[in-house]
Each structure stands twice: as structure tokens, then as C-alpha cells.
């Protein structure tokens, strides 16, 4: 029995560690404890493998001076491995004799609230501390990896020998189904992990021994468990809305008297699924409801300040250990915000897996997503309710006006700032704490003011920036976008069903430039109900070594964290083909990009004009390919027809008359019109066809002979 002592109390002895049988004596000194621990595991790896190198001394990073042993005199540059082997022998002798009754480690604080929430077993809390130490003494794993012990199956064997277990046991609790590795608390290792790289610790666990390392030298325990909770299930704020404000809501009473009949008999399996678009309210309406109900709510968190965007399995690994962590704290419920995360790949998370955890979690959670197409119907049937929140109800539209109606701006600005979609309570709660501070005759400025901020803080959160809320009157003479002027192999109907089928994709968009491919790029983005971001390949060069591979992976990572749609326009910058590099780095920045892009958990689009300079293996990874390609007859006379003022006669145009504009793209046809306003010329057909004349020899100058994308 590994843990001893009454209540919540926690007491590790040194015989059940080093499995040495000597009744307990005296404490060894706190601050040497950690270290002489880790001394004898790798004492006894050396042992079990009967060293058999000889070594130069040269300084710390040698295994006898990090082992402290003590070596014969005379020895001062060369030691044999019989003699070495020797010392090693002596120094565990040594330690497991001097180290009896109750360890002082230092991270005894974080072990011990550990270990009374996932109810860990001897094993699992020897691989913790073996984890946490390794992390607190990383010169140990130099040492280990003169040990030579390589794969998977040699070092389970030699590290089971050292703790004083079964192979079998250590195999198991290291097993990527084991709790400790599905909750992140260890990396999971490979049949490839040798004996330094077996047990390592995952992100979650890092963070929390520097989180807590200043708690657990003062022995504040209770501070320790509050930032458990705060890394892995934080408390949700508190509602801006009441239940009253979600009337419209459908079942809402029935939902809330289920939470409660769950919350009152302590049921499992209990879930509830609210799904829209966007901005609709549906995390207010959770808080909301655990307000109404008295119930403490915690919410599974979407990013983690250390590693990144938590996302996929890693988020529901966390949700399955929030339920672990509430298991005693009865009464509470669970929010998972952003659901659609842990499904863009589906292939990857077992059905069962997830069946299991639907139907035995100990709290009820509330799960949202902005599109459960993507969603498996098995999981689907698991939930009890399944709601959809229409957007922007009148009432919520009527609560935000309200609660904007303090600032110091025009009535038709709060009226439109309140039905807009990326208004939220939290957004217009923080408008109006900056709106105190504004002057209350600048009515103009300050709904400046106020629209740069709410740009920028958008722009902050990854969210497309929006458009003025107040727009001004321009005039314009070329339309808005649409996609049938937009000529495509394969079509974007095709394009986008892929899509949302597969629910994260890889595409390539090519053409000549004006084509349409950003502008469709930020279409899809729309019809997909996601934000959108736009990152130039120019943006990603860097200026030093390294630099361009690090904004490679911090916009992927960024998209991934905020769920965008990612275009990456001028993407042929630096993806030509590796067979065309002359430095090492631009190599380097290509293999970078590969890797994170097969990575990513969302839909990624490149757009390029040189589609035949991309590297081959580039061009491997993306899973559909759409050529842009120049208008044709018909969509050229329905631009025409859009643009001109004399739309009767587009349609006598007779067909030879727009044989020549063959190479054609809605950014040429943009630029002629716009041309023609500068130069104070209404767009006539006549004067418009001569236009685009002049504008596709310009654009189009030596290209007309070189072929774009493939050839036909």
C-alpha cells in the first residue's frame, strides 16, 4: 500500500519507492531527496545493463558525476567499466540505506492532489514522479542515453527492473488507452522510444509542475488543487444573460428540469447538444441555465497559454479528466464550447471511445458546435437533447441595444452594432466600460474609436475584422461578388460538398491572377459558418534562420486555435520546388510547411499563379486541386450586362465581337471599369469592351504563350 495516513493526508515511503525493506528511521534532507531518487533508478539502469564503456572525465555531464559516485584514487581521466560498475554498485547500496521512512519531495504537494484525483495506483505514481523528475533534472536524460537501451520492448524491461516492477504493469499504465497517457499527463510513447525518451512529460503535467513549484515549496495544497482546476476544467464566468432572455428557446423548461432531475439523483450519461451559428448565444445560454439550476459550472478550455490551441482528442481528453476531477464535487456541470474541434478528423477518434464517455460521465455536460454535419449519427443519438439556437433573436438583439444604449454615439449605431453578428454580450459589456471615458459630444469620433477597437480586438481573436457599422455611400460601378462569374474545374459546388464532408481539407487554388481565388476562398469561409484568415506567403519569409519555420507553425497554429478557414495567398513565395533551392534554409521552410500541414485540423487553402514551379511532394499533400480559369463568353456578357449603363446592348453583341477577350478574369474586368471611372467616363458597352482590350494586352503581356496550371 503506497498511500498512508488518514483523510486527505498523503505520505510516500522511501521502501515502497526503492522497494528496500528497512523500517522507517530518520527523514532524509528535503532539498537532496528529489535528486537521490532519481540517482538510484539510474543506478540500477546502469546495473541491469552491465556498463560496458569506457569514458574519458571530463565533467558533469559524465554519469559518475551526475550519480555522485565515489571512484577509486588514482582515477583522474579514464575509468574501465568493471570499475565503474563497481562505484555504481557501492552508490545505491549507499542511497537505499541512507533513505528510509517518509521522502521530502519537492513537488510532494502537486503528487499528492494528483494522486487523490485520479486515484492513481504504486505504478502510475512511480511513473509521475519518474516523469517530474526527469523534468526538474533534464542533464539526467544525457546520462541515460549513454545507457544504450533502445526500442520499446528493451527499455519497458530494464525501466520495469529499476522500479521494482512488473514489465507488464509499466507496459500498461503506458499504454496510449491508459489513463495517464490519454489525459496528456505523459507523452505516449512508440515502439521506436528508447529508455531516456519512455516516459516523458506531457505538456499538462510541465505546466503544472512550474505552475505550482512556488505552492509546493510553502506546502499550500489547497492553492495546488485551485490550479488543477484552473488548467484543466476552469470555473465558467458568470452569465451576462438571464433564462428569462433565451424564452424563444425551444424545450427550454423541459432542458432545465432534466439538468435538475440529473443534478438531484447524481445520474450519468447525461448531455445535452446546442449546435448554430456563430454569435447566436449558445454559451450565454449554458451559463445561463447552470445560474438558473445553482450549479457551479466549468468549461473544458479551447487554449492553453503554454503548448498552443488545444483541439480534437486533446480537448476530449481534458473533458474526460474534468470528469475525474468532479467526481467529488457534486452538483456541477460541464461545458464543451467549440465541439466541432474534436471532429475534423472522425477517423481518428474511436467510436466506442467516445460512445463510452457519453454514456458514463459523472457530471452533465452541455456540448456546443457551430455545424454538426460533420458529426457521426452514432455519437448524435447519444445525446438526450439536440437544439439548434437560431441566430440573433429579436429579444437578444433587444438586450444588447439595451445594454449599448449608455454610449455616447449615434441611436442608428446601436441599433445596427446590436443586430450585428459578431456583437456579444461580453463585446458589448466592454464597449460600453470604454465608452465612460469618451467625450459625449464627439458622436463621430467616438463611434470610430469604438469600431477600431472592436476591429483589433477581433483581429486579436482571430475573427474576420468587419466592416464599418454605419457604412458610407460609395459608389461602384463593378458588382459584388458571385460565384457563378467564376470559372472553375473542378466546380466549387464540388468543392465545397467535399468540404463539409470531409470536415477539414487541403486545397490548392490556381489560375491567373484576378481569377476570383481569395475572393472565393473568403465565400467558403462564409457558407461554412467559420472566420477567416489571410496570411501572404511574402508575410511567412523570415529574416533570420529559423524565423520563416516558426511563422509557418504560429499560423497554423493560430488557425487552428480560432477554427478559421486559413487561405495562404501567394503560397508559390516560397513552395517552389525544392530542386530549384539554393540555400539550405528554403529546403528547410518547404519540409517545415509540409509537416504542419498535414497537421492541420481545419480547411487549408493555398492560392498560387505558378502552379508548375510548386514543389511535387507539395502538390502530393493536397487533396483536391481547382483550377481558376479565364471567363467565358457567357460570363463575360453577364459581367458586361452587370457593369454597364447600356445593358441592351450586351445582349446584340454578336459573338465575334468577344472571340478576342478569351483571357479574361473578374479582377481584369474590375480593374477596366474602375479605370474608366477615374478617367470620368460612364462604363458604356462600346467604351468598356476597348477597356478590356487595353487591360488584358496589359495583364496578360508575354503570359498569353506560357501555360498556367496544367496544360490541355
Given amino acids: 500500500m503506497l498511500l498512508k495516513g488518514s483523510g486527505d493526508h498523503f505520505m510516500l515511503l522511501w521502501k515502497e519507492l526503492i522497494n528496500e525493506g528497512y523500517e522507517p528511521d530518520y527523514l532524509s534532507p528535503q532539498s537532496k531527496d528529489d535528486l537521490k531518487l532519481l540517482q538510484i533508478y539510474l543506478c540500477r539502469l546502469f546495473l541491469i545493463t552491465g556498463y560496458k564503456k569506457e ?4 565533467g558533469m555531464d559524465e554519469p559518475d558525476a551526475f550519480l555522485g559516485l565515489e571512484l577509486p584514487s588514482g582515477v583522474d581521466s579514464e575509468i574501465s567499466a568493471p570499475v565503474f560498475l563497481d562505484a555504481v554498485r557501492k552508490r545505491e547500496k549507499q542511497l537505499t540505506r541512507s533513505l528510509r521512512g517518509k521522502p521530502e519531495l519537492s513537488f510532494e504537494p502537486l503528487l499528492a492532489n494528483l494522486v487523490k484525483l485520479l486515484k492513481a495506483d504504486v505504478v502510475e505514481i512511480k511513473l509521475l514522479i519518474f516523469a517530474i523528475l526527469l523534468l526538474k533534472h533534464p542533464k539526467a536524460k544525457e546520462v541515460m542515453r549513454d545507457l544504450e537501451i533502445n526500442e520499446y520492448g528493451n527499455s519497458i524491461s530494464a525501466l520495469s527492473r529499476a522500479m521494482r516492477e512488473s514489465a507488464r504493469t509499466i507496459a500498461a499504465a503506458l499504454d496510449q488507452d491508459a489513463m495517464l497517457c490519454q489525459i496528456r499527463l505523459l507523452e505516449e510513447p512508440n515502439q521506436n522510444s528508447d529508455i531516456w525518451d519512455l516516459v516523458e512529460a506531457g505538456p499538462l503535467l510541465s505546466q503544472l509542475v512550474v505552475a505550482t513549484s512556488e505552492q509546493c515549496e510553502t506546502g499550500a495544497t489547497e492553492d495546488i488543487e485551485q490550479m488543477l482546476f484552473k488548467h484543466i476544467c476552469p470555473p465558467g464566468p458568470e452569465a451576462l444573460h438571464s433564462i428569462e432572455d433565451f424564452r424563444g428557446v425551444p424545450e427550454l423548461q423541459l432542458m432545465l428540469d432534466y439538468l435538475q432531475d440529473a443534478l438531484n439523483n447524481k445520474s450519468s450519461g447525461k448531455n445535452i447538444l446546442f449546435y448554430g451559428k456563430p454569435g447566436t448565444g449558445k454559451t450565454q445560454l449554458a451559463r445561463a441555465l447552470a445560474e438558473k439550476l445553482g450549479a457551479p459550472l466549468y468549461e473544458v478550455p479551447t487554449k492553453d497559454s503554454h503548448s498552443g490551441a488545444m483541439t480534437g482528442r486533446v480537448r476530449l481528453d481534458a473533458a474526460k479528466m474534468a470528469q475525474m476531477f468532479l ?14 474541434d474534436a471532429f475534423r478528423k472522425s477517423d481518428q477518434l474511436a467510436k466506442g471511445w467516445f460512445n463510452q464517455m457519453l454514456e458514463e460521465n459523472r ?59 459578431w456583437m456579444t454580450p461580453a463585446l458589448a459589456q466592454n464597449l460600453v466600460e470604454v465608452g465612460r471615458y469618451l467625450p459625449p459630444r464627439q458622436i463621430m469620433r467616438n463611434q470610430q474609436r469604438l469600431e477600431t477597437m472592436v476591429r483589433k480586438r477581433l483581429d486579436v481573436l482571430g475573427e474576420r475584422k468587419p466592416r464599418c457599422v454605419l457604412p458610407k455611400a460609395q459608389k461602384s460601378d463593378f458588382p459584388d461578388f458571385r460565384t457563378e462569374w467564376i470559372n472553375t474545374k473542378p466546380s466549387l459546388w464540388n468543392v465545397e460538398r467535399f468540404v463539409r464532408e470531409e470536415g477539414s481539407a487541403r486545397i490548392c487554388l490556381y489560375g491567373p491572377p484576378g481569377a476570383g481565388k481569395t475572393a472565393y476562398a473568403q465565400e467558403l469561409a462564409k457558407r461554412l459558418g467559420k472566420p477567416f484568415m489571410l496570411q501572404s506567403g ?16 504560429e499560423m497554423f497554429e493560430k488557425a487552428e486555435r480560432t477554427g478559421a478557414v486559413l487561405l495562404l495567398d501567394e503560397a508559390d513565395t516560397f513552395l517552389y520546388s525544392r530542386n530549384m533551392a539554393q540555400r539550405s534554409w528554403e529546403i528547410s521552410a518547404v519540409n517545415e510547411f509540409m509537416v504542419r500541414m498535414e497537421r492541420f485540423e481545419g480547411v487549408f487553402l493555398a492560392t498560387t499563379n505558378r502552379f508548375d514551379s510548386f514543389d511535387k511532394a507539395i502538390l502530393r ?24 449603363v447600356d445593358q441592351d446592348k450586351v445582349n446584340t453583341l454578336a459573338q465575334s465581337e468577344l472571340a478576342e477577350l478569351d483571357h479574361l478574369t473578374p479582377g481584369v474586368m474590375r480593374a477596366a471599369v474602375q479605370n474608366l471611372r477615374l478617367r470620368g467616363f460612364r462604363p458604356r458597352t462600346g467604351r468598356l469592351l476597348d477597356a478590356l482590350k487595353e487591360e488584358q494586352c496589359q495583364q496578360t503581356d508575354g503570359l498569353l504563350s506560357q501555360p498556367i496550371g496544367f496544360v490541355q
Fill in 55 to 58: 569514458f574519458r572525465l571530463v
Fill in 621 to 644: 499533400r493536397f487533396q483536391m486541386k481547382v483550377e481558376f480559369r479565364y471567363l467565358t463568353t457567357e460570363q463575360v456578357k453577364a459581367i458586361l450586362a452587370a457593369c454597364v
Fill in 538 to 553: 511574402s508575410d511567412l519569409l523570415g529574416m533570420y534562420v529559423g524565423q520563416t519555420e516558426k511563422n509557418i507553425a
Fill in 327 to 340: 467526481e467529488d464535487r457534486l452538483g456541477a456541470v460541464l461545458l464543451f464550447d467549440e465541439m466541432e
Fill in 363 to 421: 457530471a452533465p455536460v452541455i456540448w456546443i458546435s457551430n455545424n454538426i454535419s460533420a458529426v457521426d449519427p452514432a455519437f448524435l443519438r447519444r445525446f438526450d437533447f439536440i437544439v439548434e439556437i437560431e441566430g440573433g433573436s429579436d429579444r437578444q438583439a433587444g438586450k444588447l441595444k439595451q445594454m449599448l444604449s449608455e454610449l455616447p454615439v449615434a441611436q442608428a449605431w446601436i441599433t445596427e452594432a446590436a443586430c450585428k453578428p
